[in-house]
């Protein structure tokens, strides 16, 4: 290699060791503000209650801004809902709240013993519930339905069409939620340093392949 040419390529890959560096440095520095968000919440006046977890490496703090939750669970009564892929919404990079919705729906079918009289009978219970949560408003419903027929009378009908009795109960209601910020856990990252001694070893590897290959 001529001398005017090695300068030239020192100067360059010095040059490209430098970006190299930067530019992990830059991306350590950014990471390193990423960390996964544990929240708590409460439905006033309720026993509902939950968490969720939210990764917020996404957020840029500009305008409204939604992250999917990755982890969480609404308690309510005996009953629990899986929160993962509910939205979480950020204005400003501050938490407004979240948009999660759900329902639980079971049927049960029993037969009476054949002796009772004007048995055997044909029994069906159904309930059904639903509920919403908007930012930091709950809203929730529910129906359950009693029904019964001689058993006879629906073989023959093929369908539960005529309900001999419906005794039924329902519930509707709202309520505001709170949230309650417990934990911050930082994303772990690779240490910028760490990364640009990487990216430093790399680029000398390539200057001692290039030298050998001169050489020859």
Known sequence: MSQKLRPRLGSAIASTILSLFSAVSLVGVDKAQA???TYNFQVENSSHSGFFKLNNSSLTGIGFEEIAVSEGRLERWDKYYNLAGATASFEQGVFRGLY????????????????????????????????????????????????????????DDGLLIVDSYIPYSRGW?????SYTLVNTEPEPVPEPLAAGGTALALAGLTWLKHKKKMAA
Not at 126 to 151: A, D, P, Q
Not at 173 to 177: E, L, N, R, T
């Open 173 to 177: 209601g709202s309520s505001d939620v």
């Open 35 to 37: 960390a996964v968000l």
């Open 100 to 155: 999660a919705s759900g329902h639980y729906s079971v049927m049960n079918e029993y037969i009476s013993p054949p002796d009772e009289p004007g048995g055997p009978f044909y029994w069906v219970y159904e309930s059904y519930e639903s509920w919403s949560m908007g930012l930091r408003y709950f809203s929730w419903s529910h129906e359950t339905v009693y029904r019964y027929m001689n058993y006879q009378s629906y073989i």
